[in-house]
Nanobody, 115 residues
Framework: QVQVVESGGGLVQAGGSLRLSCAAS????????LGWYRQAPGKQRELVAT???????NYGNSVKGRFTISRDNAKNTVYLQMNSLKPEDTAVYYC?????????WGQGTQVTVSS
């Protein structure tokens, strides 16, 4: 059974930092990339960042220069370092495992940035 579990969310003041972690456990084959997405109330889910097995990264425009994605392939773990946080970064952050076949998603972790 595959599990994708996010951690590290919380409440932070504007300008602060948080580090999210996501661990994927179980037998997962053909992983292409790991990614972070977020969804704010009343808005669609949007891309935050993705990273391939080879280390290539892609970021959403709103987080470029502030967020950094990294991964540990051996542990099937992906991290999101979030700096210079803004109130508009407030959302539920979801981790995704992109693979050949259905993607796996975590349950999400809340990030709240106060002004």
């Amino acid at each position: 059974q595959v599990q994708v579990v996010e951690s590290g969310g919380g409440l932070v003041q504007a300008g602060g930092s948080l580090r999210l972690s996501c661990a994927a456990s179980g037998t997962i084959s053909s992983i292409n990339a790991l990614g972070w997405y977020r969804q704010a109330p009343g808005k669609q889910r949007e891309l935050v960042a993705t990273i391939t097995s080879g280390g290539s990264t892609n970021y959403g425009n709103s987080v470029k220069g502030r967020f950094t994605i990294s991964r540990d392939n051996a542990k099937n773990t992906v991290y999101l370092q979030m700096n210079s946080l803004k109130p508009e970064d407030t959302a539920v952050y979801y981790c995704a495992v992109h693979r050949i076949g259905p993607d796996y998603w975590g349950q999400g972790t809340q990030v709240t940035v106060s002004s």
